[in-house]
């Protein structure tokens, strides 16, 4: 897990060590848009309103450019902003938990909270991904 910088350096690890079990870069910045040697699986974290790191720059083209055959995930956040992972968001937390304990411990049981892909909502703006996960 990484944010901003640190969350291009999440998909640079990635990319780099394909032993990683999950990746999840939060508001990333890169200046690389494609990552088609990462087979980690990959939950990628943007947010509708940064200004930073803006989604349709960074965020979107980041899990785009992941291989369709790689476990991957994609949510924007609703009304937050780059900083939002550095705060208290249950959001953040509820996905990236399930993520993680799905892949590193391998529990099945947090793929309810993954698959079927969430629906928009007063925290999501968007979630994709694919489903159901391999293991």
């Known amino acids: 897990m990484g944010h901003s910088m640190g969350g291009g350096g999440t998909l640079e690890a990635a990319k780099s060590r394909p032993s990683l079990q999950a990746a999840i870069p939060l508001t990333p910045w890169n200046l690389d848009k494609s990552w088609p040697e990462v087979s980690t699986p990959t939950l990628v974290v ?4 940064d200004t930073i790191a803006p ?19 994609y949510l924007e956040l609703n009304n937050a902003t780059h900083f939002s992972p550095n705060t208290s968001n249950t959001t953040i ?12 411990d391998d529990d099945t049981r947090y793929e309810q909270f993954l698959c079927p892909l969430p629906r928009p909502s007063l925290t999501i703006e968007e979630y994709r991904g694919n489903c159901p996960h391999g293991s």
């Open 55 to 73: 989604v349709a720059s960074h965020a979107e083209p980041f899990y785009s450019g992941l291989p369709s055959s790689t476990d991957r995930a």
């Open 46 to 49: 943007g947010a509708d309103g």
């Open 93 to 104: 937390a509820k996905y990236s938990i399930s993520w993680l304990k799905r892949f590193i």
